[in-house]
């Protein structure tokens, strides 16, 4: 199949042949005995000049991704192999405070003992640019733009959204707020300098929050602001009781009576897809299933 690759690349038996450091006659066997093989013609041979026929146009496009495919095949078999080199590097969301990512890196240490765990967080924006630049192979983050084929694009749950409010907020004796009741009230994101323009504009032109906006670099300083009374905070992870209970109430966020509602999803690059990046997705999308039946 390289051999094939080759002559096509290269437009030339002589040229392919020193490519591939054998003699023309060799890359002329290969070629025949391949079309031998498959009982179709795949070269045209006219005059010096060679030429794809249809079922060698479809056989050289699919052998390209066949070979890559092979190709990291081999690789990951190499990184599992060598256990001690092997590692597995992820991200995750800065405001989440859902069990389901926690437990999913417990199970993933237990299982593979041996396979470092690396982890970062960040705001949607930051997890975005870290996998896309390649410092990390999967993040759990919210979708906030359409799936691009360059990723997979594993849907976890689709969760309704909550805030945290103080505990003693008349407002925290509601089971639910309409997200316009909330328009006198500061926000409390969770965002570094650089992203706070980013987050503070999605939160309020695609979720709907019109107040006023205030910023912590982590979730536990965000939620010291929150109990201090000075906001509410939008918070991922579903409506498991908040860390700091009873001193923070969670209230799911409403729109004219509705749930607003966020997609969860693992992304990771299509092309680094690996054995223990889609175990570890197998394993962060069961504790999200098992959080839903709770």
């Not at 437990?103 to 640019?129: C, M, R, W």
């Not at 926000?187 to 570094?192: E, G, Q, Y």
């Not at 939160?203 to 019109?210: D, K, L, P, S, W």
């Not at 300083?221 to 409506?239: Q, S, T």
Request: one cysteine or more; hydrophobic letters at 35%; glycine letters at 6%.
């Amino acid at each position: 199949m390289k051999y094939f690759q080759a002559v096509v690349r290269c437009q030339s038996f002589t040229e392919a042949a020193e490519e591939c450091f054998i003699s023309q006659s060799a890359m002329s066997q290969q070629i025949q005995a391949l079309e031998h093989e498959l009982g179709v013609k795949l070269l045209n041979r006219e005059n010096r000049k060679i030429s794809l026929t249809p079922a060698g146009e479809y056989f050289y496009r699919k052998s390209m991704v066949l070979l890559a495919d092979f190709e990291r095949l081999c690789n990951e078999t190499v990184r599992i192999a060598n256990k001690d080199r092997a590692e597995l590097r992820i991200g995750y969301l800065k405001c989440y405070s859902g069990q389901e990512f926690r437990l999913a890196v417990a199970e993933f240490s237990e299982k593979y003992p041996d396979v470092s765990v690396q982890i970062i967080n960040g705001t949607h924006e930051e997890l975005y640019e870290a996998l896309r630049d390649g410092g990390v192979d999967l993040i759990l983050s919210d979708q906030r733009r359409a799936f691009s084929d360059e990723y997979t694009n594993f849907i976890l749950a689709t969760s309704e959204c909550y805030i945290e409010i103080a505990a003693r907020n008349p407002i925290a004796s509601l089971e639910c707020v309409e997200i316009d009741d909330l328009k006198n009230i500061p926000c409390i994101l969770v965002a570094s300098p650089e992203q706070q323009e980013t987050e503070q504009r999605y939160y309020r032109e695609i979720v709907g929050i019109q107040g006023d906006f205030q910023f912590a670099e982590n979730l536990e300083d965000a939620r010291l602001l929150v109990i201090g009374g000075n906001g509410f905070m939008p918070v991922e992870g579903g409506k498991n009781e908040p860390s700091f209970a009873p001193a923070l109430s969670r209230l799911l966020l409403t729109r004219r009576g509705n749930p607003i509602k966020r997609t969860y999803c693992a992304f990771w690059k299509a092309d680094n897809s690996g054995y223990y990046i889609e175990d570890f997705a197998d394993m962060l999308k069961s504790r999200f299933l098992e959080g839903r039946k709770e």
